[in-house]
């Protein structure tokens, strides 16, 4: 009798078990491509046009969530998805512009007359809005409002801090890449995150010499 007992609640447990994965009783899930797509509709872009898209599940006040980040045209999107019904429970967007470095070695301006080394300043702009002055009146301002002065006595460009970044990320470029140049505790560092993948990279380089201070890798 008490073996058939066992039995029975065993049987029952399994049953609660099969009804809750089945979302009865304990909600269903999207899953994440009805998230992305929910909030790429609402963006009005495709998954081709973007660049550093992330999608991560997390929880807010013991609901399951969606965060979803993506770059495109110029701007920066963050979304919060309900797991349950796809709802957008927030949006955040920001304008920015690519990583990208204007090399005045050689080259041609807009008009079709040749630059040469030295004959303009060197300007890089990363993707918080940081942009970095080399030659006279040198200037790295980040997307905070903080600025780093004296950037003129920094070995290192922002352009090669890029790549130092991106050797260690196979298939990443500069479109993936999010940096701006830092004074902290004595120190000029560059200090930025590569999203490639699904994977998110943050790296903090010695603007002087080159050397990658931290690095780490998140992927959820």
Known sequence: MIKKYMTAALVSVMVLGALTGCGIGGGKDIGKDAALEAALNDAGVKEEDTTRLKVSEDRDDGRKTYEIRFDVNGKGYEYEIDATDGDILSVDTETIQNSTVQNNTQGKDGSGNENTAGSQSEQTQ?????????????????????????????????????????????????RDVRIELDFDDGQYKYEGDIIHEQREYDFEIDANTGTVLEWSEERR
């Not at 006279?136 to 922002?158: E, F, I, P, R, W």
Request: avoid cysteine; charge should be negative; glycine fraction near 14%.
């Open 126 to 174: 990363n993707g918080t809005g940081s942009t970095e002055q080399n030659g006279t009146g040198n200037a790295a301002q980040n997307g905070t409002g903080n600025t780093a002065q004296n950037s003129s006595n920094v070995a290192l460009s922002m352009e090669e801090a890029i790549q130092i970044a991106l050797e260690r990320v196979p298939g990443a470029t500069d």
